[in-house]
């Protein structure tokens, strides 16, 4: 039977205890480290340390030992993706572990808290104690800044072996634990526990807050103590049949898969025998024609551009008014612009990247003249940086409220169009999306083919760009123009 050490480690929320992790008998116990943590499922195969809650065994393994006199020790680094930020520490030869930070707000908070963690683990590794670095760098991630003292205090009591703490070996459970709550599940994927679980299977989902957003608002609050096991159709339909009447059908059928997805998981898992949805439980999708949808006209978007009010007064950020050039001119869906770096634009040549995008499809093309010379003034404005967000100066509030924020700005510059702030049944107001509708509409006016608009959109289909061309006739008809962002923008006016 095999055997693991295990340590008791504290986790965020102020308890103590991991999910193989058990307390050794401690010869003083500090408040709320008294809970010992339930033992998992022996997995049928050994899996990799880097996973959650992979099994450690007692015999040394090249990462357990002490590192040789005279190497340097690790120093922790951290890395980005998209909005997500992650710690990574290197626990031995050729062995690093990436967990995500979900309270950091930049890179710098991120790699400050992976070389505290990265310590640990060094004084861990130099103690003989490798094997517990896996849960001491997973709630060193997630930990507050008072569990993070609890944890600092655990490894000094490990490492100098004073006997507050100490490893015991216990036999590995061979039963198959419970598979805990809906909600506990379903935070395992949004997480990306799950993606580093199964990387072939289980891929990182660019909309992922999204996600969560629908998750706390819609589904938590009716089924978020469900034992995953005990999940029936009817706690789905009690979460369908709660949702605010003037939710869109979009919106609910959003709700209804991501229900679906969380069961579909657990059974690929292994967690449910079955997903209890039967086929054709998801609400059908609306028809793109059947929802009414308005975007700016060229001569609105002018207005915007220029930022100013009645009176005169610059009432958008400029910052603003670059990003919505940009989004007007170059197609990109808002997580992409947002999560956009300097390092991914060309300015001398005018070329724009994508290398990670919501269908993973690498895309890259040459930007609108006009939109390269308001990135130019921009990037100067800033001082010329070298590798951070491109549209950093926007707060992420705003971001999360961008449809909100562009309509406020469309009213601030005096734009008055009734039907672009009404919304009725089958008719949405103006909403961040519609500038991606405003760049389609402006590229078939101009001319340009289907491919050369996918390359910038990232549509893998071209029924959707149909849609838009009833905008272009009615822009004809009205003698509207797309004008030059760069003369629309007085800021950048100014420095041609």
């Given at each position: 039977?095999?055997?693991?050490?295990?340590?008791?480690?504290?986790?965020?929320?102020?308890?103590?205890?991991?999910?193989?992790?058990?307390?050794?008998?401690?010869?003083?116990?500090?408040?709320?480290?008294?809970?010992?943590?339930?033992?998992?499922?022996?997995?049928?195969?050994?899996?990799?340390?880097?996973?959650r809650?992979?099994?450690l065994?007692?015999?040394?393994?090249?990462?357990?030992?002490?590192?040789?006199?005279?190497?340097r020790d690790?120093?922790?680094?951290?890395?980005q993706?998209?909005?997500?930020?992650?710690?990574r520490?290197?626990?031995g030869?050729?062995?690093?572990?990436?967990?995500?930070?979900?309270?950091?707000?930049s890179?710098?908070?991120?790699?400050?808290?992976?070389?505290?963690?990265?310590n640990?683990?060094?004084?861990?590794?130099?103690a003989?104690?490798?094997?517990?670095?896996?849960?001491?760098?997973?709630?060193?991630?997630k930990a507050?800044?008072?569990?993070?003292?609890?944890?600092a205090?655990?490894?000094?009591?490990?490492?100098?072996?004073?006997?507050?703490?100490?490893?015991?070996?216990?036999?590995?459970?061979?039963?198959?634990?419970?598979?805990?709550?809906?909600?506990?599940?379903?935070?395992?994927?949004?997480?990306?526990?799950?993606?580093?679980?199964?990387?072939?299977?289980?891929?990182?989902?660019?909309?992922?807050?999204?996600?969560?957003?629908?998750?706390?608002?819609?589904?938590?609050?009716?089924?978020?103590?469900?034992?995953?096991?005990?999940?029936?159709?009817?706690?789905?339909?009690?979460?369908?049949?709660?949702?605010?009447v003037?939710?869109?059908r979009?919106?609910?059928?959003?709700?209804?898969?991501?229900i679906n997805?969380?069961?579909?998981?657990?059974?690929?898992t292994?967690?449910?025998?079955?997903?209890?949805?039967p086929?054709?439980?998801?609400?059908?999708?609306?028809k793109?024609?059947?929802?009414?949808?308005?975007?700016?006209?060229?001569?609105?978007e002018?207005?915007l551009?220029?930022?100013?009010?009645?009176?005169?007064?610059?009432?958008?950020?400029?910052?603003?008014?670059?990003?919505?050039a940009?989004?007007?001119?170059?197609?990109?869906?808002?997580?992409?612009?947002r999560?956009?770096?300097?390092?991914?634009?060309?300015?001398?040549?005018?070329?724009?990247?994508l290398?990670?995008?919501?269908?993973?499809?690498?895309?890259?093309?040459?930007?609108?003249?006009?939109?390269?010379?308001?990135?130019?003034?921009?990037?100067?404005?800033?001082?010329?940086p070298?590798?951070?967000?491109?549209?950093?100066?926007i707060?992420?509030?705003?971001?999360?409220?961008?449809?909100?924020?562009?309509?406020?700005?469309c009213?601030?510059?005096?734009?008055?169009?009734?039907?672009?702030?009404?919304?009725?049944?089958?008719?949405?107001?103006?909403?961040?999306?519609?500038?991606?509708?405003?760049?389609?509409t402006?590229?078939?006016?101009?001319?340009?083919?289907?491919l050369?608009?996918?390359?910038?959109?990232?549509?893998?289909?071209?029924?959707?760009?149909?849609t838009?061309?009833?905008?272009?006739?009615?822009?004809?008809?009205?003698?509207?123009?797309?004008?030059?962002?760069?003369?629309?923008?007085?800021?950048?006016?100014?420095?041609?």
């Open positions: 039977m095999l055997q693991r050490e295990r340590i008791l480690i504290p986790q965020p929320d102020g308890q103590c205890g991991c999910e193989f992790a058990a307390s050794a008998e401690p010869a003083e116990t500090p408040t709320g480290a008294t809970a010992a943590a339930t033992p998992t499922a022996t997995p049928s195969r050994p899996t990799s340390r880097r996973r809650g992979s099994s065994l007692c015999s040394p393994a090249a990462s357990d030992l002490e590192p040789a006199r005279g190497s690790p120093v922790g680094g951290a890395t993706l998209r909005d997500q930020f992650f710690i520490v290197t626990s030869p050729r062995k690093r572990i990436a967990e995500r930070a979900g309270w950091a707000t890179l710098a908070e991120a790699e400050a808290r992976a070389k505290v963690v990265q640990w683990v060094n004084r861990l590794r130099h003989g104690l490798a094997s517990l670095a896996p849960k001491f760098v997973e709630a060193g991630a507050n800044d008072a569990t993070l003292a609890m944890i205090a655990r490894v000094e009591s490990l490492v100098s072996k004073d006997g507050a703490y100490s490893v015991r070996k216990v036999e590995k459970p061979t039963q198959k634990g419970e598979p805990g709550t809906f909600r506990a599940f379903a935070e395992r994927w949004t997480s990306g526990d799950l993606t580093r679980a199964y990387p072939d299977h289980v891929p990182v989902k660019a909309s992922v807050a999204d996600d969560i957003e629908r998750l706390e608002k819609h589904i938590y609050p009716r089924v978020q103590d469900v034992p995953l096991a005990a999940f029936t159709r009817e706690h789905a339909d009690h979460v369908m049949t709660q949702l605010p003037t939710l869109r979009g919106t609910r059928r959003q709700v209804a898969q991501l997805r969380v069961l579909n998981l657990a059974v690929f292994g967690a449910i025998a079955s997903n209890p949805l086929r054709g439980w998801l609400p059908k999708a609306p793109p024609e059947s929802v009414g949808k308005e975007s700016l006209l060229p001569s609105e002018a207005i551009l220029a930022g100013r009010s009645a009176a005169g007064d610059t009432v958008v950020p400029l910052a603003c008014r670059v990003l919505y940009f989004f007007h001119r170059e197609g990109m869906r808002k997580g992409e612009a999560a956009l770096e300097w390092p991914e634009l060309d300015l001398k040549k005018g070329l724009v990247s290398d990670e995008n919501k269908t993973d499809r690498p895309r890259s093309w040459v930007l609108d003249p006009g939109v390269l010379r308001a990135l130019v003034v921009w990037h100067d404005t800033l001082g010329k070298n590798a951070e967000r491109v549209f950093a100066s707060p992420d509030p705003s971001w999360e409220k961008l449809a909100a924020l562009y309509r406020g700005h009213e601030a510059v005096g734009i008055a169009r009734a039907r672009l702030f009404q919304k009725k049944e089958n008719k949405l107001r103006l909403r961040a999306h519609d500038m991606r509708a405003f760049f389609v402006a590229a078939m006016y101009a001319g340009k083919d289907a050369w608009i996918t390359d910038r959109t990232g549509h893998t289909s071209l029924g959707m760009l149909r838009y061309e009833r905008d272009v006739r009615r822009w004809r008809e009205l003698g509207e123009a797309p004008v030059d962002v760069a003369q629309a923008i007085p800021e950048v006016a100014c420095r041609l």
